[in-house]
C-alpha cells in the first residue's frame, strides 16, 4: 500500500510499504478514507523529536472496517469509523479510570505512559497518512460513525483535535459564564474556542499572529486578539475592565514564538498566569517535552522552562496538562455533529491525495495563508 513516510528533517515521502495485517485477535484494519495533518506531526517533521526514518506517519485517522480479527465481536467489517489517536488497552488502571492517553499497556518505551499512531515515543505503531492501518483492542479503542459519506470533514476532528479542544477547556475547570482566552489558534485553539461557545462561554478570545486563523476564530464567535500588533496581555486586560479571564487555554506548546518567530518556550505561560484571574484556571494541551535538544539554550534543551510560577501561585491559580483522552469525549461530541450544533469540520482549508502530502507537510509548516487545515483522502489521485 502507499503510506507517508518520515524521511528525515522536512522531508516527507509517499511510499510503497507493506500492507498492515491482523497481528492479535483483538486488531481491526481500516481502510482509511481521511487522514489529517497535525500540528503535531510538525514536532517530528521539523526534526524536533527522535522519530526514525521510515516511520508511516498519521494519528487523525478515519475510514471503514475492512477486517476484523477473530476476538472483535462489537465491531463489524463494513463500520464506518473514527480512531482516537490514543491506543488503549481498555483494562489497566488508567484506562478504566477514562485515562485513555496514559494507558499503562500499550506503550513501551520507558518512562512514557500513553500510545499513539505514527508518533515519536509512542509506542511501535504505524500511522494512518496511508491506505490502511492495524488498530489495536479495536472493540475498545473504535468509534462508530453514521454510514455514508455525510458530515466526513466534522467527523475526521474527532479523532484528536475536537476532543484535544474540548479537553483544554475541561482542564482549565471551565464553568458556564465564564470568559476563557485560548493562546493559539491553530487547528487545537480553534476547537477550544468551538468548544468553550458550545459549553456557553460568556467570552472567548484566541489569540494568535495568523490572520486566516483570527478570521476563524471569528466565525466561531470568538473575539480576535493578535500578539503581534501589541502585547497579548494587555489587550486582554483591557477587555476584561482589568479583571482578566476565568481560565485559559495553552493551545500552542513548547514552540511559542515572539512575533519575530523568536522561540520562547515560557511565553505563553508567562502570559496565562497574567491574564487569568486569582483562583482562576489552565488548561495545557499544547506540547511539551522532557528534552528538547533542538531549542536554543541549554534549560530548554533538558526540558527545563522558567516561568512565572510565583505569579501562578501567589494567585492561586490551577494548571492541568496533557495528552487528551479523545475516548472520553468522542460519542458525545459526534452526537453534536449530527445534531448540528457543532461544525468542526469549518477550518478545514485543504483536501488533498496522498500522494500531495509532501505539499501539504510543508505549506502547513510555513503556516502559509490559509493552510489551516488540511485533510489527506489516500482513496484519491
Ligand atoms: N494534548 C493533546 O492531546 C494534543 C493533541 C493534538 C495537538 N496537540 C498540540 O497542540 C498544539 C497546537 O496544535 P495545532 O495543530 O493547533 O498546531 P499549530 O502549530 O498549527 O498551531 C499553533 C498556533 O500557535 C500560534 N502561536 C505561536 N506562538 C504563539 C504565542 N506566543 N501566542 C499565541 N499563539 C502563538 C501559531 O501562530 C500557530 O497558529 C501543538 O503543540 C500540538 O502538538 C496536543
Ligand atoms: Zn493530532
Ligand atoms: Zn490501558
Not at 160 to 171: C, K, R, S, Y
Not at 218 to 242: C, M, N, R, W
Not at 313 to 335: C, E, I
Amino acid at each position: 500500500m502507499k503510506a507517508v513516510v518520515y524521511r528525515g528533517p522536512k522531508k516527507v515521502a509517499v511510499e510503497e510499504v507493506p500492507d498492515p495485517t491482523i497481528q492479535s485477535p483483538t486488531d481491526a484494519i481500516i481502510r482509511i478514507t481521511t487522514t489529517n495533518i497535525c500540528g503535531s506531526d510538525l514536532h517530528m517533521y521539523e526534526g524536533r523529536t527522535p522519530v526514525e526514518e521510515g516511520k508511516v506517519l498519521g494519528h487523525e485517522n478515519m475510514g471503514v472496517v475492512e477486517a476484523v480479527g477473530e476476538g472483535v465481536d462489537r465491531i463489524q467489517v463494513g463500520d464506518r469509523v473514527s480512531v482516537p489517536f490514543n491506543i488503549a488497552c481498555g483494562t489497566c488502571r488508567n484506562c478504566t479510570q477514562g485515562w485513555t492517553s496514559f494507558c499503562l499497556r500499550a506503550n513501551p518505551t520507558e518512562g512514557v505512559d500513553g500510545a499513539a499512531y505514527g508518533y515519536a515515543s509512542m509506542g511501535p505503531y504505524d500511522g494512518g497518512q496511508a491506505e490502511y492501518l492495524r488498530v489495536p483492542w479495536a472493540d475498545f479503542n473504535l468509534l462508530h460513525l453514521p454510514a455514508g459519506e455525510e458530515h466526513e470533514n466534522d467527523f475526521t476532528m474527532l479523532s484528536d483535535i475536537f476532543p484535544t479542544g474540548w479537553h483544554g477547556v475541561e482542564l482549565s475547570g471551565f464553568q458556564v459564564g465564564d470568559r476563557v482566552a485560548v493562546f493559539g489558534g491553530g487547528p487545537v485553539g480553534l476547537m477550544a474556542a468551538h468548544s468553550a461557545m458550545i459549553r456557553g462561554a460568556s467570552q472567548v478570545f484566541v489569540v494568535d499572529k495568523e490572520n486566516d486563523r483570527l478570521a476563524l476564530a471569528e466565525k466561531f464567535g470568538a473575539t480576535p486578539v493578535d500578539f503581534s500588533a501589541h502585547d497579548p496581555v494587555e489587550q486582554l486586560l483591557d477587555a476584561t475592565g482589568g479583571r482578566g479571564v476565568d481560565r485559559g487555554v495553552e493551545a500552542v506548546g513548547y514552540q511559542a514564538h515572539d512575533p519575530s518567530g523568536e522561540e520562547h518556550p515560557e511565553l505563553v505561560l508567562d502570559n496565562l498566569a497574567q491574564v487569568v484571574r486569582s483562583t482562576g484556571g489552565i488548561g495545557v494541551v499544547g506540547v511539551y517535552m522532557p528534552q528538547d535538544p533542538g531549542a536554543n539554550g541549554e534549560l530548554a534543551q533538558q526540558g527545563r522552562i522558567p516561568w512565572q510560577f510565583g505569579t501562578f501561585f501567589t494567585k492561586g491559580q490551577s494548571m492541568g496538562t496533557g495528552q487528551a483522552p479523545v475516548k472520553r469525549y468522542n460519542r458525545r461530541l459526534r452526537d453534536l455533529i449530527v445534531a448540528g450544533r457543532a461544525t468542526p469540520g469549518l477550518i478545514t482549508s485543504h483536501e488533498l491525495g496522498l500522494d500531495q502530502a509532501a505539499e501539504g507537510y510543508q505549506r502547513f509548516d510555513q503556516r502559509d495563508d490559509g493552510w489551516t487545515k488540511v485533510l489527506l483522502r489516500p482513496g484519491q489521485a
